[in-house]
């Protein structure tokens, strides 16, 4: 069992909608968890940064890090179509000296 | 804001090359690491090291060393490049979460 999942997608929504993107992992150590963006042919972009449990909320943007379920999620509101790209979770735990486990990312279209 | 910084977008070198990838960061972070990105497979740790001469394998080491002189400054060797060494490559600095660079798309032909 691969320590983080994370469905591929492709995701296609229409300008304006709720998106919810979701990873699951199996190592209950980890502490950190990360969203990132990476449009095509650019490197990863933080969006964004949680310890532990709980919900953070920074714009449109929303994580929420569920450790009793090993479930964190991503949700974005009021999608542009600049929000397709692909959407990177990770996560680490301090015993690892921070290294990432990174899911495979989930591909979002946001249509006009 | 960090920086980091790859030596360059794009590369196209030939089977047997010696590759150097330089990467650079501005943050005075400790950790660094390389990774390689593709398609299906998602985003592999080749190298990483914590402090100045200190590397540590990653999940992929095979036909790639490191070499860290300076701290902010990490650099990755393909001692021989060969085709299925195609690929994104990325570098990031992090105290906890990671930045990465833009990437450099290496194609072996």
């Known amino acids: 069992q691969k320590e983080v999942e994370q469905d591929p997608g492709p995701l296609s929504v229409p300008e304006g909608a709720i998106v919810s993107l979701n990873c699951t992992y199996s190592?209950?150590?980890?502490?950190?968890f990360m969203w990132y963006r990476q449009y095509s042919r650019k490197g990863p972009e933080l969006l964004m940064y949680?310890?532990?449990?709980g919900n953070k909320e920074d714009g449109r943007f929303t994580a929420q890090v569920d450790k009793s379920s090993k479930y964190i999620s991503l949700f974005i509101r009021d999608s542009q179509p600049s929000d397709s790209a692909t959407y990177l979770c990770?996560?680490?735990?301090?015993?690892?000296?921070?290294?990432?486990?990174f899911g495979k990312g989930t591909s979002l279209l946001v249509t006009p | 804001d960090v920086k980091v910084t790859q030596s360059s977008r794009y590369l196209v070198k030939r089977t047997g090359e010696k590759v150097f990838l330089e990467c650079v960061q501005d943050?005075?972070?400790?950790?660094m690491f390389w990774y390689r990105q593709d398609p299906g497979l998602g985003l592999r740790l080749i190298y990483f090291?914590?402090?100045?001469?200190?590397?540590e394998k990653g999940d992929i080491p095979e036909g790639y060393s490191v070499s860290r002189e300076k701290k902010e400054r990490f650099s990755l060797i393909l001692e021989s490049a060969s085709t299925n060494q195609t690929s994104m490559y990325l570098c990031?600095?992090?105290?906890?979460?990671?930045?990465f660079g833009q990437g450099t798309r290496l194609t072996v032909v």
């Open positions: 990770a996560m680490s735990d301090s015993n690892s000296g921070y290294a990432l486990n």
């Open positions: 190592n209950s150590a980890f502490q950190y």
């Open positions: 949680t310890y532990s449990s």
């Open positions: 943050m005075d972070h400790e950790n």
């Open positions: 090291s914590y402090d100045v001469k200190m590397k």
């Open positions: 990031a600095t992090q105290p906890s979460e990671a930045f």
